[in-house]
């Protein structure tokens, strides 16, 4: 009875934390045609885009919002689940963490959904409504003796080239141990190494270094990586990889601009938690009201000629 309450209270702390956490914006993007300044930020779908409210420096000097405009982006999550009974620790706490997102989807998102042990099995094929994902997703038990980890991987590479939504989130529940199929894992590298889509691992925050290690090691090759899994950080980490929206930003720089090899770019869009991205920043001046006269007097002289 106490583990189950113990259980119990993991999840509805997990539940907690992910109705709280936000995805972690970032600048994906900086161009530059002096005055002018592009770029390109992923921000939480829910970010209201106003241009009236976002405040842009360059190095510390404020730069002109000209335009601001978003993209919603559709999202598939494809989540692999072990349930290998050396899985067992947290694994309700999955199957809760789980469901919370798929509550969360968007309109335009879906989730593809595997449990792997001595073979893998589908269950979501993303074109289930939520109410019987729902009933699927727990449905899952976890008894299985050995585990095709390998196996499950390169399923889940697979459905991530196949996906055709414009981002792909790629979780993985497990301690990345394979007991059935050590042959096929150089098929698992060769296939991560080619997909440009990262895969996340989550393990037991129980499991051991050199195991956890190992994990992360060999999701490093997809450009992902494995962390621990714990009710404070696991579903935070896991929901900050959730959907977001591309917003394009033109700016315009008014004052003069120093050559800087780590120039900071930073954008606040109205929430008062800026974003910030380092780049290198080439010298401009703006020009005088005889230099402009003057080059747009060229200008019409050329046209003229043509």
Known sequence: MKKSAISLL???IMILSLCQSVFAADISAITTEYPDIH????VPSGTKVDSSSIKATLDGKPLKVESAEAEDVSTE???????SISSNTYFQAEKDSVIAILKSLGDDDTMKLYYFQ???FKVLDGTESKEEAEKKIRAIKCNGQDTVFYDAIGTMVDAAEKSKADKKVCIIFSDGVDTLSNSSRESAVEKMKKSKTPIYGYYADSLDKKTSDAFNSFLKNSGGKAESFTPSSA???LTDKSSEKTVEINLKAEEPVEANDKAVLSIDMGNGKPIKKEFKSQQWEPQSETETQTAETESTSDKETE
């Open 10 to 12: 993991i999840c509805v």
């Open 39 to 42: 770029i390109t930020a992923n």
């Open 77 to 83: 999550w494809i989540v692999l689940i072990d349930t």
């Open 118 to 120: 001595e073979k893998t």
């Open 235 to 237: 579903v935070k980490q």
